[in-house]
């Protein structure tokens, strides 16, 4: 079992920067991918920034050149730094990881954080 526990949320005026940070804790063996996900009033959830086990980036169109996605696999923690904020990135961010237990790939997931833009 994985445990994941997201912090960094916040309210920010429209321009500024946020770091979201993501721990996993558990009994983990092999993470596959990690991911942040957003999730706006009335709206499906979406990705926002993905990373996989060999360091390949996938950014939405939508947060490219604003949003860096890292992890520091010796603190088994994840991180989005969220630069140029806009209104529209208001949203609950949930983190996510892929777990390979050895006899499963498993999709965990976080409580989410809130992150408000607004002036």
């Known amino acids: 079992q994985v445990q994941l526990v997201e912090s960094g949320g916040g309210l920010v005026q429209p321009g500024g920067s946020l770091r979201l940070s993501c721990a996993a804790s558990?009994?983990?063996?092999?993470?596959?991918?990690t991911g942040w996900y957003r999730q706006a009033p009335g709206e499906q959830r979406e990705v926002v920034a993905t990373?996989?086990?060999?360091?390949?980036?996938y950014y939405a169109n939508s947060v490219k050149g604003r949003f860096a996605i890292s992890r520091d696999t010796s603190k088994n923690t994840m991180y989005l730094q969220m630069n140029s904020l806009k209104p529209e990135d208001s949203a609950l961010y949930y983190c996510?990881?892929?777990?390979?237990?050895?006899?499963?790939?498993?999709?965990?997931w976080g409580q989410g954080t809130q992150v408000t833009v607004s002036s």
């Open positions: 996510s990881l892929e777990h390979n237990n050895g006899k499963a790939v498993l999709r965990y």
């Open positions: 990373l996989s086990r060999v360091g390949m980036a």
């Open positions: 558990g009994s983990i063996r092999s993470i596959e991918s």
